[in-house]
């Protein structure tokens, strides 16, 4: 993360939000690591869904998303406004 700009990584979780939403974390976890090659690697998937964690609470620090009553993930308007997601 680098003071309110989103990595490119940020920025795909922030574009399955916003194509999904609201989305579960379990859910951004798993579109996470369906959008990746799969890996012989057993720790892969897991690590992969790690990280989808840290990508929302990172998200959720700059304003990008904010977490529903339900406990889900939606997009704010500055987080659509940032990576040009319709309304």
């Not at 922030?14 to 579960?24: A, K, V």
């Not at 799969?38 to 990280?51: E, L």
């Not at 840290?54 to 406004?81: K, S």
């Amino acid at each position: 993360m680098s003071d309110g700009y989103p990595t490119a990584a940020q920025k795909e979780a922030l574009r399955l939000i916003c194509r999904h939403e609201p989305m579960p974390a379990h859910r951004l976890a798993d579109e996470l690591v369906a959008a990746r090659k799969p890996s012989t690697n057993p720790g892969y998937g897991p690590a992969i869904a790690r990280m989808a964690g840290t990508l929302a609470w990172r998200l959720q620090a700059q304003g990008f998303i904010a977490e529903t009553l339900a406990g889900d993930w939606a997009t704010t308007a500055e987080g659509r406004a940032l990576i040009a997601c319709p309304a």
